[in-house]
Structures are given as structure tokens and as C-alpha cells.
């Protein structure tokens, strides 16, 4: 009989002499997280619409889809015709009212000398003194009048409400607004991750579990699980992973995170302890009668240059490692 039929007998009985082995490893079970590969979309945790103040003509829009925003940074003016218009009436009923108030202030200055002189009546400068008081305060109120005025045409230019990029700007230069009207769409606040898995995957999420996520161009971040929303819509449960290397431009980009789902033990081995003959994987298991090759069937690799043992092997066995 030759000695690769010797060999494959032998590795059918699941034991074959193998020399020059220095190192022996215990088999203990190992635990190991269940992961779930998913596609999460990159998200903006705060999507805010720039929105007109007023009605009128956009007359400047100062941004465009992707430009990098400060809070309170105008991105557009609106100007109503009309404002101007009232602007100038009540400008024009200040100067009336001022007017009217010289003539009364002089009148009453006049009234109040004759009655020092015993010419007037005390009934006359009352009067005066009545009627100018009214006229102030009705400049006052014109002045106030103006003041709002002025505040809605300062109330055209709009302003970014957060720092952030410009996702949207749904109207062009020359356009009607109305009060309201959304200008641009800002996201700002940072961005994150959300995933949505199934919802047989709900019990085993927990907040604060690492998620290795493999961003554009295949670069692999550990993210942090930060939130588990409680509602599950059309079977999905939605939760939250944040990482500090995202980036800020691609919002509602796609990329693939493993999820940890669960947990599960098993027996790994070094893969360097494994070797291949004929189609069979072996590994050198140390016996009363020495090393002996057992056949084996072979799981997915793991971490630590390690790899699972499905089969052929069982806890407490010595593994002999070259």
C-alpha cells in the first residue's frame, strides 16, 4: 500500500503522526459577537429651512447647493416696493406733525408771556399746552409707525439659522416670495449614521456597542451606537450610529456598517495550526500517542489571525501549533 493511501486511511480515522510540532494549545470556547451587515444612510441630525420673513421680490440670493454656512450669515434679501412707499409717508407725517408742533409751541411760548402781563387767560395756555402735548405724542407714534417700518424692511434679508452646508435652494433670483416661503435647506449639527434592521434584531441592540462601518473607498471606522428609536415601522428597527470621520458633504450617502446582534461561542484555532492535504484541512491534535492530524471543518476567520472549527475537534483538546 502506498503512502498516500496510508495517509488517506489514516486522515479517514481522523488520526495521522505529524512531527515537528513545538507548541500546544488548549481549546477552550471563545465568544464571539454576531455581527449583521446593513446599509445605513449618512444623515444630517438637524435639517433646518431658511425661510422668508416677508413677502416681496428676492432680489439677492447669495448661496448656492453645497456651500458651507455661519449661523446668521444672509443668504438673500427680499424687498417689498410697498414698504418704501409707507416708509416715505410716515417720514412725510413726522415732518407735518413736527411742523404743526413749531406753530403751537410758539403760540403757546406767546400765551403764556400775555397772561404773565395780565392780558391772557389761563383757559388759552391750558389749551395750547393740551394740544401740544397731543401733537407729541402723536409724533410719537409716527416715529413707532416708522420704526416697524423700518423692522419689516430689515426683516427682507434672511438668515442662515444654523451653522452649516446647503442642501437645497428651491427658488432663483427675481422670484415672488410669500411670508414663510422656504429659501434654502440647511443641515447643520453635525452628521451620523442611520441604520434600520429587522426587527427580530431589536432585543439584542444595545446603546454604546462598537459598529465597524467601511466608509467610501473602502476605509473601516468603528462607529458607537447612541440611540435605539422605541417605535418599529414596517418591521424595522431604526437606530443611530455616530462617528467622528463621516464627513459632511454626501448626506443621504449609503455604507455598509456590521451591526453586533447577538452573541454565540466557538472553538478557534491559529490558522497557522492548520494545514491542507488533498482536498481535507488538518489540525495536530497531541494524544497519548503523540501529535495525531485531526480532520476538520472549518469555519469563517475571526480576529487575531485565528480561525473557527466547525467539526473534528471538541473543548480541552491540546493543539499543537508549529
Known sequence: MSFRHTLLLASAFGLVAMPG?????????TRIVEMKAVVGRIEARDVIPARSRMGGTLVRLRVTEGEQLVEGQTIATIIDDKLALQLRAAEAR??????????????????????????????RV??????????RNQISAAEADKSVIVQQGAEGEVL????????????????VVMPGEQIAMIAGGGFFLRLALPERHAPQLRVGATVPITLEGGARVDGKLVKVFPQIENGR??????????GDFFVGARVLADVPVGERTALLVPKSAVSSRSGL????????????????????EQAGDRIEILTGLQAGDRVVTP
Open 21 to 29: 510540532f513545538a507548541a500546544e494549545l488548549v481549546l477552550a470556547p
Open 281 to 300: 484541512d488538518f489540525v495536530t491534535v497531541q494524544g497519548a500517542a503523540g501529535p495525531r492530524a485531526m480532520v476538520v471543518v472549518l469555519g469563517p
Open 126 to 135: 391750558d389749551a395750547l399746552r393740551t394740544q401740544l402735548e397731543v401733537i
Open 237 to 246: 428597527v431604526i437606530a443611530d450610529v455616530e462617528l467622528a470621520s463621516i
Open 160 to 175: 442662515a439659522p444654523v451653522a452649516g452646508r446647503v442642501l437645497k435652494v428651491p427658488v432663483t433670483r427675481g422670484a
Open 94 to 123: 413726522i415732518r407735518a406733525l413736527s411742523s404743526e408742533q413749531s406753530n403751537v409751541q410758539a403760540e403757546y411760548e406767546r400765551a403764556r408771556i400775555l397772561l404773565e402781563r395780565g392780558a391772557g387767560t389761563q383757559q
